[in-house]
């Protein structure tokens, strides 16, 4: 019989463990960002600072969908994690069939959906005329093939529930330069513009979504799917959408909050509109240790609840915080550094550019405290308490974030550095409410602990 892929997290050096869980998740993560990154890169160097614009407008649309999606994978993933940490492979089984045949369903549904939303959200936006039709074009081809996105993530939710992270990595790194090779024959060869980026990308996440599921089909291990199986039960699907629809409707609304901060940012025209753009792409490769390291936090602390390993949990979750705080501080520290020069990977437009490094280096070092709001998130979704992140991610990320954005720009000072504090502000008071929260609840737990045991 083949050596498992899957891993257990229940026993060994815990901050080993963690960290060797989670080098393919960062890994992964950063090849998954490349899609969207080199589309940025390709469109900023050889079709101009509109079409670069548009591509980042409608990043915080395609969070909505992508984001809402996870919530559910995150749900499956604590599910899923729990039954292997017991070891009840009959409700393991049950559980991955369930949650691939409710994922086909929702691509159906978030495909159509999508599609048609596209324009009502550019315009709610308030998106300029100038970059309007090509964000709209890449949209269109975006969302028709989104389904290729949300496959991928699902079939590698599952395979991180049961601690293989590696091969869904070697999908990523194999599509993500599928990806950059089509970027560039498209747009370069081709001359397709923004309809050639992202057509490169959805191509290529079909490509690793096929490769996912190949896997699951075809494994020997306790894992594998079968499409004869597939099925819902609707006793685990209540307990997935229990732990993942709080994760999905904190991820929608902050997303769709943070819809309203681009549209802040689109009042000040294309250049600063660009510029925005590319401080969330790197942003986007900042935040890569700490959801890397929060993914590792939920599936440690589930595994180890499962299996009644409760002292455990407690000391995975510190460590990893820990460990996030150090990796993010080094990756801050050089990107506040290099900022003008990461920035001009982008664009050469000088506009951009000043604003893009003013947008970094105003921010960068606010992300520590995103670190302890990420991995204490992780850590309660792991234990089931997925309520409580949703409801303190929803009051920092968007009731105060929003508040600070209404006042600040009528009352006070509306400029872009002042809009682009709005996610930092978010961030503190996020991180004081976690921190409060998951600190209060431990003689909670202490007694939910307990009464497993007995």
Request: glycine fraction near 8%; proline fraction near 2%; aromatic fraction near 12%.
């Amino acid at each position: 019989m083949a050596k498992s892929t899957a891993k257990d997290l229940t026993s060994g050096n815990i901050a080993k463990q963690i960290i060797m869980f989670s080098l393919p998740l960062m890994l992964g993560n950063v090849f998954q960002m490349l899609y969207n990154t080199v589309d940025s890169i390709v469109v900023g160097n050889f079709v101009g600072t509109q079409a670069l614009a548009a591509v980042g407008s409608t990043t915080m649309i395609v969070n909505l969908f992508v984001f809402f999606f996870n919530g559910f994978s995150i749900g499956a993933g604590v599910i899923i994690s729990k039954y292997f940490g017991s070891g009840d492979h009959d409700r393991l089984h049950d559980a991955i069939e369930t949650t691939i045949t409710a994922s086909l369903i929702l691509c159906a549904v978030f495909t159509a959906v999508s599609i048609l939303l596209v324009k009502p959200m550019l315009h709610m936006m308030a998106t300029p005329e100038d970059v309007f039709a090509d964000a709209v074009t890449y949209l269109r081809i975006y969302f028709a093939g989104i389904s290729g996105l949300l496959i991928y993530n699902i079939g590698s939710g599952i395979l991180r529930a049961v601690g293989d992270t590696t091969r869904p990595l070697y999908f990523l790194i194999l599509t993500s330069v599928l990806n950059i090779i089509l970027d560039l024959l498209f747009v370069i060869v081709f001359r397709l513009g923004i309809a050639g980026v992202a057509l490169a990308t959805i191509i290529a996440q079909f490509v690793s979504a096929i490769l996912t599921m190949l896997l699951l089909l075809r494994t020997k291990d306790i894992y594998r799917f079968a499409w004869k199986d597939m099925q819902i039960d609707f006793d685990i699907l209540m307990r997935v959408f229990a732990v993942g629809m709080p994760a999905a409707i904190q991820s929608v609304i902050t997303a769709f909050s943070n819809v309203f901060v681009q549209g802040y940012i689109n009042h000040f025209g294309s250049g600063v509109m660009a510029a925005w753009s590319c401080y969330n792409k790197i942003d986007m490769f900042i935040m890569l240790p700490m959801s890397s390291l929060a993914m590792a936090a939920t599936t440690f602390v589930s595994q180890n609840i499962g299996a009644k390993q409760f002292k455990r949990a407690r000391e995975g979750t510190k460590i990893t915080i820990l460990q996030t705080l150090g990796i993010t501080g080094v990756i801050a520290l050089a990107i506040f550094i290099f900022a003008a020069p990461s920035v001009s990977l982008f664009t050469s437009d000088p506009e951009v550019i000043q604003w893009g490094t003013t947008f970094l280096r105003v921010n960068v070092f606010f992300m520590l405290f995103n670190c302890v709001n990420h991995v204490l998130a992780g850590a309660l979704r792991g234990r089931g308490d997925s309520q409580a992140p949703m409801v303190i991610m929803l009051t920092g990320f968007v009731a105060i974030r929003q508040t600070y954005l209404f006042f600040m720009t009528r009352f006070i000072s509306n400029t872009p550095v002042t809009v682009g504090f709005g996610y930092p502000v978010g961030w503190m008071a996020t991180c004081v409410m976690e921190v409060l929260y998951y600190v209060n609840k431990q003689k909670v737990y202490a007694l939910e602990e307990q009464a497993m045991t007995n």
